[in-house]
Each structure stands twice: as structure tokens, then as C-alpha cells.
């Protein structure tokens, strides 16, 4: 990936790669089957933003778990990991955690 500090990916460890994959499922992965695009606003500045992209797996009614992404282009890199909960699992957070929270209301309708 260009940019990416370190040596570019021997042919041996694209051979060993090559051989997991296809010995490897990969399923927690593979359950990830939605795909946002948002726009994240930085909190200390508010005219700033940038372009993010949430893959999501649904875990059940009221929680999604998303691997954040910079891009959808293959290489991509993970920028973070979010968790989305629903309005009633929000409600019943201790005041302290509720801090820690920010809705995804207007970007992900996943809840």
C-alpha cells in the first residue's frame, strides 16, 4: 500500500499468504454485509471532515459492530472500530458512558 512505511511483501510471504487463504475462512469477516458511506466531522473542528466508510455486522436487534475504513478501494486502511446500539440500549448506559457515545442517527439506519 503506498504511503504504508516498511518493506514492500516478499514473494515468499505472498505465497504463505495465498496458501491461508485458501485453508482459512475468514467468517468472522465474511459476516460484515453492509456498507456505509458517512462523513465524520472532527469535534475540535468543525468545519473539518472527512469521508469514512462503515462495514457492518449486525449482531442483533439492537447492535451493530462496524470496522471503519478510509476508503472502499481495496487498499483501504482501518482506521477504527465503532459499535452502534440502538436508542433503548443507549437509554439504560450509566451517565458516565453515555459521554462516550455519538449517534450515527443521520449516517447508518441500521437500528
Not at 469535534?43 to 462495514?55: G, I, L, V
Request: contains cysteine; glycine residues 4%; charged residues 25%.
Amino acid at each position: 500500500m503506498a504511503g504504508t512505511p516498511g518493506e514492500p511483501i516478499s514473494l515468499k510471504e505472498k505465497v504463505v499468504e495465498k496458501g491461508a487463504e485458501m485453508m482459512q475462512s475468514l467468517k468472522p469477516v465474511k459476516q460484515f454485509n453492509q456498507h456505509a458511506c458517512t462523513f465524520a466531522i472532527y469535534s475540535h473542528d468543525m468545519h473539518r471532515q472527512m469521508e469514512t466508510h462503515h462495514f457492518i455486522h449486525r449482531l442483533n436487534q439492537d447492535f451493530c459492530q462496524c470496522a471503519v475504513y478510509d476508503s472502499d478501494d481495496p487498499s483501504a486502511r482501518l482506521i477504527g472500530v465503532e459499535y452502534i446500539i440502538s436508542q433503548r440500549l443507549f437509554d439504560a448506559l450509566p451517565s458516565d458512558e453515555k459521554k462516550l457515545w455519538h449517534s450515527h442517527f443521520y449516517e447508518v439506519c441500521c437500528l
